[in-house]
C-alpha cells in the first residue's frame, strides 16, 4: 500500500507532503511515512525541510479512531522529538485546522508559516483529553503560561493571526501557501536562521499564582472532569521542570486520561456527532435543494432566535409578524440580543452590525414569495399551524421548503395541509436557537429525500448539531422528557426533596436538575397541557398532583417569583418549606408513606427513565441510531457529554 506521506526534493527544499484525506489525521501510516520522509532529509542534499499537507487542512490531530486500539510504534511524541532533532531546519505550512497533535506537529518544526484563513489549537479538552504529544510544553514556552492555558482549557481554535501575536507562528502566507513556505524556508536558510527547537526556550515569565486561578474558575466551568486539572499539571511542569521530566508528566496524564471513563463518552460523542449527520435510505450524493434565503414565521424568542443562527451564517431572513407592532418588538429582540453579544464581546460591532442588517420583516406572507426555505415558528396551535402552511402553499414558489418548528406536533397532519406535502419537513430548534446547538429535523412520511439531505446540509452551514427523528409526540428529545419529569414527581412523593434530587441529577453531570428545568420552563406550560386533556390521557396523577398544587398556589416558576423554589431577583433558588409541606400533604393524599432516599436511586431511577422511552423510541424507528439519542440528549438537554450521552451511559454500565 503506498504511504499517504510522499517526500521530494524542490532544490535545495526537501518537501514532506501528508496526503490523508479527509483531514490528514496522524493515522500510524502517517506517522511512520513522517518518520522515513525526515529520516530521509537528513542524509540528503536538503538544506531544509518543508511538511505541507493536501487537501482542505493541514493535520487536523492524532487518529482518533486509533484510540483505545493496540498502540503503533513510532509514537507521536517520540515521532516529535525526532522531527524536532532534525538536522536539516524544519518549517511547518499551515492551511484549514492545525489541531491537537497536528498543531503539536507544526510546535515541534523550527518555524511555522500559515494562510490568513488557517486555525490552530488542542480540541483535546473537548475529547476528555490533554495534548499528548509535547503541546503541554512546547506551547507555554513558545506562547507563555496564560496564553497555553486558554487555548488548551477551552479548546477552542484561535486563527493565524492571533497566534502569530501569541508567538505560535511565525510567518503569515498570502497566496499560494506551498511556493510561499519553500520561498521562506530558503529565506531561512539564506539568513542563516538558526533551528530554533522550542523545547529549548525557556518559558517567559508568568504571574505565580496563576495556576490556582484557573484551578478555581475550571472547577466551576468543567465540573466534575478530569482532564482539566491534568493540564494544569501538565503545564505547570513545564514550568518547573526540565523538557524531557515534563513529557514525562505530560505522558502520564495523558495516559490517564486516554483511559478514563469520561474520555471514552466524549470519543463517543464525537464520532455519534458525525454519524448522525447521515442518513438511513438516502444517498449521500442526493442533491440539495439551494437554499439562499430564508423567511420565518412568528418573531417572538424563537423565531429570532432562528433568524440570527441564519443570519450570523450570512444567509438574508424576510422575518413575518402578524402586525407591524409585533414585527418591530421581534426585531427589538434581536437588536437586543446582538448589542448583548458585542457588550460580552462575543462579538464585533461591524460584524453584529453586517449580521442585523440580514434580517427584514414584513407583515405580508407576499414577501415570501422568492425564499427558498420557510421556518414557521409560531405557538403550539395545530390548527394554526395547519392555517399558516395552507397559505404557504399559496405563496411559497415551487420547490421552496416549508418547515415547521413545532415541539410536540404531527408534522404529517401539518403537511396534510398543503399540497406539497414531500416539501415539509420538522425543524425543531431549541431555546435560545441562536446557542443551542442541536436541531432536530423531523422526517415526515413524505418528506422528500433531498429536502431531508438540504436541511442537513444547511445545519453544519448554521452551525447546529442535526439528528433525524420520525413522527411521534414530542420527537426523541422532549418525548423521553416526560417519563424523566414523571419519575422526578413521583421521588418527590416517595421522600425525596426538591434539592436533592437537583443536587444528585446535577453531581451527576446534567446541566441542571429537573424541578430547577421545571421551575425555568413554567409550571404553567404543562397544568394548561394537561387542562386539554382526559384523565386517561393525562396518567396516573402522582405524576402531576404537586405541580398542579404548586400552579393553584399561584407558584408559576421562575416567572412568578416561586415554584418549587422561591427565587431572589437574580433568580437565585432557595428551599422553600412550604413546598415540603405541600409535597407531604400530597404524599398522605396518595397513603404514601415517605422515606429515605439515596441520590444513588434518584440518579438511577431518572437515567432509567430517558433510556427505557429511547429504547422505545429507537424500536419504533424514530431514531435512527442509539448514539442519535445520545447526540440529543447532550446537545439539547444538558446531558453530560462526559457520561457519552443516556444510552451510551446505560450499555456501559450494564456491560
Ligand atoms: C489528539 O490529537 C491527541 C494528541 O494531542 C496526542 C496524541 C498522542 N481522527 O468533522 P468533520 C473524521 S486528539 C479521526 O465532519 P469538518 C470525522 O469522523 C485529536 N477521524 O469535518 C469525519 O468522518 P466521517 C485532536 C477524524 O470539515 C471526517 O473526518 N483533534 C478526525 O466539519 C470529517 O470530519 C481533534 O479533536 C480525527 N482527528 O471539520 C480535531 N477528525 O466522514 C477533530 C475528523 O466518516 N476534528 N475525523 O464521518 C475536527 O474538529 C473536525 O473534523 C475538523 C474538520 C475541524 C478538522
Known amino acids: 500500500m503506498s504511504s499517504p506521506v510522499s517526500y521530494e526534493l524542490q532544490g535545495n527544499i526537501g518537501v514532506i507532503t501528508l496526503d490523508n484525506p479527509p483531514v490528514n489525521a496522524l493515522s500510524h501510516a502517517v506517522r511512520q511515512g513522517l518518520l522515513d520522509a525526515i529520516n530521509a532529509a537528513q542524509s540528503d542534499t536538503s538544506s531544509a525541510v518543508v511538511i505541507l499537507c493536501e487537501g482542505r487542512t493541514f493535520i487536523a490531530g492524532a487518529d482518533i479512531s486509533e484510540f483505545g486500539k493496540p498502540f503503533k510504534e513510532p509514537g507521536l511524541p517520540e515521532l516529535l522529538n525526532i522531527i524536532e532533532a532534525s538536522s536539516k531546519l524544519v518549517v511547518a505550512a499551515i492551511h484549514g485546522t492545525a489541531l491537537g497533535g497536528g498543531f503539536e506537529t507544526a510546535l515541534a518544526a523550527h518555524y511555522r508559516c500559515a494562510v490568513p484563513s488557517a486555525k490552530v489549537g488542542f480540541p483535546e479538552i473537548k475529547l476528555g483529553l490533554l495534548p499528548g504529544a509535547g503541546g503541554t510544553q512546547r506551547s507555554p514556552r513558545l506562547a507563555g503560561v496564560k496564553s497555553s492555558l486558554d487555548l488548551i482549557t477551552s479548546g477552542a481554535p484561535i486563527s493565524a493571526g492571533q497566534a502569530a501575536e501569541i508567538g505560535l507562528v511565525d510567518e503569515i502566507i498570502d497566496g499560494d501557501l506551498s511556493a510561499g513556505a519553500i520561498a521562506w524556508a530558503e529565506k531561512l536558510v539564506a539568513d542563516g536562521a538558526p533551528i530554533r527547537k522550542s523545547s529549548e526556550q525557556s518559558v517567559p515569565e508568568f504571574d505565580s499564582s496563576i495556576f490556582d486561578q ?37 505522558r502520564e496524564s495523558f495516559v490517564e486520561c486516554m483511559n478514563s471513563s469520561q474520555s471514552v463518552g466524549m470519543r463517543h460523542i464525537f464520532f455519534a456527532e458525525r454519524q448522525a ?36 451564517a450570512g444567509i438574508p431572513v424576510t422575518m413575518i409578524e402578524i402586525s407591524d407592532d409585533a414585527l418591530a418588538r421581534g426585531l427589538g429582540i434581536i437588536e437586543r440580543n446582538y448589542a448583548g453579544s458585542v457588550k460580552r464581546g462575543k462579538l464585533s460591532e461591524e460584524k453584529a452590525a453586517a449580521c442585523r442588517a440580514l434580517i427584514s420583516g414584513s407583515t405580508d406572507y407576499a414577501a415570501l414569495a422568492g ?13 394554526l ?28 397532519a401539518i403537511a396534510a395541509a398543503t399540497g406539497r406535502p414531500e416539501d415539509v419537513v420538522g425543524m425543531h430548534f431549541f431555546s435560545p436557537a441562536h446557542i443551542m446547538k442541536l436541531l432536530e429535523v423531523v422526517r415526515g412520511e413524505r418528506t422528500a429525500d433531498d429536502v431531508l439531505a438540504t436541511v442537513m446540509t444547511l445545519a453544519k452551514k448554521i452551525r447546529k448539531v442535526a439528528v433525524v427523528s420520525g413522527v411521534c409526540y414530542g420527537f426523541i428529545g422532549n418525548r423521553m422528557l416526560q417519563p424523566y419529569g414523571q419519575t422526578a414527581q413521583l421521588l418527590l412523593l416517595e421522600g425525596a426533596s426538591p434539592q436533592q434530587i437537583d443536587t444528585a441529577m446535577e453531581s451527576f453531570g446534567m446541566a441542571m436538575g429537573p424541578l430547577r428545568v421545571f421551575d425555568l420552563a413554567g409550571l404553567d406550560v404543562g397544568y394548561k397541557a394537561r387542562e386539554a386533556l382526559s384523565d386517561d390521557d393525562k396518567g396516573d396523577p402522582k405524576t402531576f398532583r404537586v405541580p398542579d398544587l404548586l400552579v393553584e398556589a399561584g407558584r408559576l416558576g421562575q416567572k412568578s417569583g416561586c415554584g418549587f423554589y422561591s427565587y431572589d431577583d437574580n433568580r437565585k433558588p432557595t428551599p422553600d418549606p412550604l413546598v415540603d409541606e405541600l409535597i407531604n400533604s400530597a404524599a398522605a393524599d396518595f397513603g404514601i408513606v415517605r422515606r429515605d432516599i439515596t441520590d444513588e436511586e434518584i440518579v438511577d431511577r431518572l ?3 430517558l433510556v427505557d422511552e429511547g429504547r422505545k423510541i429507537l424500536d419504533e424507528g424514530i431514531a435512527q441510531r442509539s448514539s442519535d439519542i445520545d447526540v440529543v440528549y447532550i446537545y439539547g438537554y444538558g446531558f453530560p457529554a462526559a457520561r457519552g450521552g443516556p444510552m451510551f451511559y446505560a450499555d456501559n454500565r450494564r456491560a
Do not use: W
Not at 425564499?371 to 390548527?383: G, N
Open 277 to 312: 449527520a447521515k442518513l438511513d435510505g438516502v444517498s449521500k450524493d442526493t442533491p440539495n435543494r439551494p437554499v439562499e434565503n430564508v423567511g420565518i414565521i412568528g418573531g417572538g424568542t424563537m423565531g429570532g432566535g432562528i433568524a440570527m443562527s441564519f443570519a450570523n
Open 371 to 383: 425564499v427558498d426555505l420557510v421556518i414557521e415558528a409560531v405557538f403550539e396551535d395545530p390548527d
Open 385 to 412: 399551524k395547519k392555517k399558516i402552511f395552507k397559505k404557504l402553499d399559496a405563496v411559497c414558489k415551487p420547490g421552496a421548503i416549508l418547515a415547521t418548528n413545532t415541539s410536540y406536533q404531527d408534522v404529517d
Open 607 to 609: 437515567v432509567s427513565a
Open 214 to 250: 484557573y484551578r478555581a474558575t475550571l472547577a466551576n466551568r468543567a465540573r466534575g472532569q478530569v482532564a482539566p486539572e491534568h493540564v494544569l499539571t501538565a503545564v505547570e511542569a513545564a514550568t518547573t521542570m526540565s523538557f524531557e521530566d515534563g513529557l514525562a508528566v505530560e
